[in-house]
């Protein structure tokens, strides 16, 4: 019998909730581009209610104990104290989400000695040494397309927020005043920018496509160039490396994975290359830039503004700069862990868990490392690097 070891964000400071704002969710068919959404055996949670919190345990244990298989959950992650660090020697399986990413590093990973496959409940598999887990045979899945679009939409408002200085304006309102000038002085407008994607995987071209109505022009840089119909649909100009693009936009996205390449893609010298007051929006990994050029970008002008959900570590310290660096649009990593995608991602864990108890295999489309190797997603979106550390 396995041993199964999840770490999840804890409950609401108010408890694990009993009502919800909305009743049920709306009823999505398909992925864009075909991929089917999970397709458990069965699932024993309602959509809709909060499964990645520590009580909501991703809707696994009913699951899992009926099959004689150990379910230990815990939000209790740092340090060689905490209930992660004393678990993980003998689990089976680890679960993760990204958002409380429970940081499989190559000392942990040479203490997991019986782990097998390690989970993500969500999207970025960046918190494993991919490495390590790659010499160690471990399999590394993640439930993709979960929240892409989650994850798209999340952009889009923080596009639209940082241009027209609605954070700022709204505290103008939350404070009892009404300082229009104060608010006017930094308010632009999307229309007629150039906005470019560093990568277009499922994230960066749901991104491009809900842009495209906004009457902006369009870019990309990828190491997989889109098909010319859909450069076409939406008149995008490719580029084949990040400067060119850096140089013309106005607002630039990200969304590649954190790899052994993109790792700090953002540092002094690539955003002095971006044009004066280029807007920057990061939900793709904390680490893709470097910490603090971003505050000093930011001071200084070079950045009007910078937004986006993701933090190294995560949690970040309470004096963290990004928490009090100007004219930035922070929240906690969020934008992946709606209730809609709570639920796409809860399913699809469970899918992967009857795969793997069946001896079925897992979807091709959910692999990141398979056999010693990157395979299906990983082998397209990953590159490795020897020395990379997941933490
Ligand atoms: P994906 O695998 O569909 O696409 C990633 C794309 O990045 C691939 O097409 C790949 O070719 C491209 N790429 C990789 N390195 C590149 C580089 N150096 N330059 C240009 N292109 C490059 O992944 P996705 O679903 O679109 O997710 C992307 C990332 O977003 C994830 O790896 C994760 O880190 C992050 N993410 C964040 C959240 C959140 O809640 N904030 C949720 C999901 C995913």
């Known amino acids: 019998m396995a041993k199964i070891l999840c770490v999840l964000y804890d409950d609401p400071i108010s408890g694990y909730p009993s009502t919800y704002p909305r009743a049920g969710l709306p009823i999505i068919k398909n992925y864009p581009g075909g991929q ?5 055996h069965k699932i024993d949670f309602l959509p809709g209610t909060l499964l990645g919190s520590t ?3 991703l809707g696994l244990r009913e699951f899992l104990e009926s099959l004689g298989h150990t379910l230990i959950v815990t939000s209790d992650k740092e340090g060689e104290h905490s209930a992660f660090d004393q678990e993980l020697p003998d689990a089976d399986i680890v679960i993760s989400q990204p958002f409380w990413p429970a940081y499989l590093n190559a000392e942990r990973l040479s203490k997991a000695k019986k782990l097998k496959l390690a989970i993500t409940a969500g999207i970025g598999s960046d918190h494993v040494d991919l490495n390590s887990a790659l010499e160690k045979g471990i ?3 993640e439930i993709t397309y979960c929240n892409s679009i989650s994850v798209a939409e999340f952009i889009v408002m923080l596009i639209v927020t940082q241009i027209k200085n609605y954070l700022a304006s709204h505290s103008w309102v939350e404070n009892k005043g009404w300082n229009i000038a104060d608010c006017a002085s930094r308010s632009y407008d999307l229309e007629g920018m150039q906005v470019g994607s560093v990568a277009a995987g499922r994230i960066g071209l749901a991104t491009l496509r809900r842009l495209k109505p906004f009457d902006v022009k369009l870019h990309y840089t990828e190491r ?3 098909s010319p119909e859909i450069e076409a649909e939406l008149n995008l100009t490719y580029h084949p490396n990040i400067r060119s693009m850096l140089k013309i936009c106005d607002v630039v996205t990200i969304n590649c994975p954190l790899d052994g390449e993109t790792e700090h893609l953002f540092n002094d010298e690539t955003l002095e290359v971006m044009k004066n007051g280029a807007y920057l929006i990061n939900t793709a990994r904390g680490k893709v830039c ?7 970008a930011l001071e200084r002008g070079k950045l009007a503004g910078y937004a986006g959900d993701v933090w190294f570590p995560q949690p970040p310290s309470a004096d963290h700069p990004w928490r009090t660096m100007p004219h930035q649009g922070m929240t906690p990593h969020i934008a992946g862990t709606s209730l809609p995608a709570q639920a796409r991602y809860a399913a699809g864990v ?10 079925r295999a897992i979807r091709d489309e959910y692999l990141i490392l398979k056999e010693g190797k990157l395979a299906g997603t990983g082998a397209h979106s990953y590159r490795l690097r020897r020395s990379q550390e997941a933490a």
């Not at 089917?36 to 458990?40: A, E, I, K, Q």
């Not at 470097?290 to 000093?296: E, P, Q």
């Open 36 to 40: 089917t959404l999970p397709t458990p």
């Open 55 to 57: 009580s909501g345990e």
């Open 139 to 141: 399999t590394v899945a």
């Open 224 to 226: 997989h160039r889109l």
């Open 290 to 296: 470097d910490r603090d050029a971003i505050v000093r």
């Open 350 to 359: 469970r899918e992967i868990l009857e795969c793997f108890f069946n001896g």
